[in-house]
């Protein structure tokens, strides 16, 4: 009698993405077997021994090809990507093999902000006023065409990279050179992505901000998380600290909120996957600024555990099983209240070590502190940042107070920097 060989599930990645192993793991955790396609050199003789399928970003057909041919002998019963570009790629290489997952074209809108904004508009959304900018008009000539207070924004950089608000004519003009001057760097350059020429003008939406984790299901969207950002998010940059689950709201609110982001998934045409929402909250009604196809960054999935008839699973535990159409049942968030810190960037500089982790962990409620910054990795504060030094997560009864605990172990860390020193020409990301 033939065996069955275990389904195989494709992950597209960046090489340098947090999560490639947290989903390895939970792959193996189901029985399945991973194959990883990621943004390397294809001239390189599998530098890290796991056999990827090497692909560019910036060429979908190639890419696509690549996926196909090297998968033709042994079939992919499930595809997830991480990341904005992976997910564009995951999606039309989900369609080329045959297996469920996202419409490319909605991926595609998803990931482009003028493109969402234009969607969620065209299906009668509540959202800001918004102006593209093009890279041969003068932001002189616009800023006394829009209100203020306004936000200026990349139309394809995540995690807020870019983002600034300006209360002034005086202040849309810095921030819209800094723009144009962060989008001018080598490596954003480097990503061949047409997006990156122009920018977005949209009206500043006031309220609090929250983030949605969950997925899509035959055009059903079911709400696995409502992250609360306790931080104000007000400007003029919006990097992102802390998240914290369940929220500090109503249920009605929490409703209200759930209810918009599926509204929202509908329009844009997201039809099987995750999704990953980002929405403003006021007494009159939700504002869904983004909805991305594609989980949560970083490590922030860590603070995420789901309980039910098969125990207690990850996110990328749920994640694999919805790719392989294995039916999720009953899984709950766990009881209790949860918060994720992403780490500040203290200064910009060169990483040279920290202090204090092991304080920082013995602080009450913290389940871990992760420092994935490495021994002379540079780091630039936002908004022209990118990354962070670590994750801080904290689990107990009560929200305020595992919020208060991420702070604490927050303050026992002690980073040393060494000053970034340019060489032959000024620093494009100083200001």
Request: hydrophobic residues 45%; proline residues 8%.
């Amino acid at each position: 009698m033939r065996q069955e060989r275990n389904p195989r599930i494709l992950l597209v990645a960046a090489t340098t993405g947090y999560q490639t192993r947290v989903f390895s793991d939970a792959v193996r955790r189901h029985g399945a077997e991973l194959v990883f396609a990621t943004d390397r050199c294809h001239q390189l003789d599998d530098p890290w021994y796991d056999d990827a399928i090497a692909i560019r970003f910036n060429d979908e057909p190639g890419s696509v090809r690549a996926i196909v041919d090297a998968t033709v002998d042994r079939p992919i019963h499930g595809v997830v990507a991480v990341g904005d570009r992976p997910a564009v790629i995951g999606a039309l290489a989900a369609d080329a093999i045959g297996v469920p997952g996202h419409r490319p074209e909605a991926v595609r809108i998803a990931s482009n902000k003028l493109m969402t904004r234009q969607c969620l508009a065209k299906a009668g959304l509540p959202g800001p006023w918004f102006k593209l900018v093009a890279p041969d008009v003068s932001v002189k000539e616009v800023t006394h065409q829009v209100t203020y207070p306004c936000v200026i924004k990349p139309l394809a950089l995540a995690a807020s990279r870019g983002v600034m608000r300006a209360n002034t004519p005086m202040e849309l003009e810095s921030a819209c050179e800094r723009l144009r001057r962060l989008l001018q760097d080598p490596d954003i350059r480097a990503l061949c992505d047409s997006a990156n020429e122009a920018v977005l003008i949209e009206e500043y939406v006031p309220g609090s901000e929250y983030a949605l984790e969950g997925l899509v299901t035959n055009g059903e969207f079911s709400a696995l998380a409502v992250f609360e950002k306790p931080e104000p998010l007000e400007g003029p940059f919006f990097e992102e600290s802390i998240y914290l689950t369940p929220p500090r709201r109503t249920e009605s609110d929490v409703e209200r909120l759930v209810k918009q982001v599926a509204i929202a998934i509908e329009a844009l045409g997201l039809t099987q996957g995750p999704v990953h929402a980002e929405c403003r909250l006021t007494e009159e009604q939700v504002v869904v600024l983004e909805v991305a196809a594609r989980p949560i960054g970083g490590l922030c999935s860590k603070v995420l555990r789901f309980t039910g008839p098969d125990g207690t699973l990850t996110l990328e535990d749920l994640l694999v099983k919805h790719a392989l159409s294995q039916p999720i049942v009953d899984q709950r968030l766990a009881s209790g209240a949860a918060a994720v810190m992403m780490i500040p960037v203290p200064s910009a500089g060169v990483f040279k070590s920290v202090a204090g982790v092991d304080d920082a962990r013995r602080k009450p409620l913290i389940e871990d502190v992760i420092i994935t910054a490495k021994q002379d990795q540079c780091f630039v504060p936002w908004p022209e940042g990118a990354s962070y030094p670590g994750f801080i997560f904290a689990r107990g009864d009560e929200p305020s107070k595992v919020v208060d605990a991420v702070h604490a172990a927050h303050r026992a860390l002690e980073f040393e920097m060494d000053t970034i020193i340019p060489i032959g020409r000024a620093n494009p990301l100083s200001v």
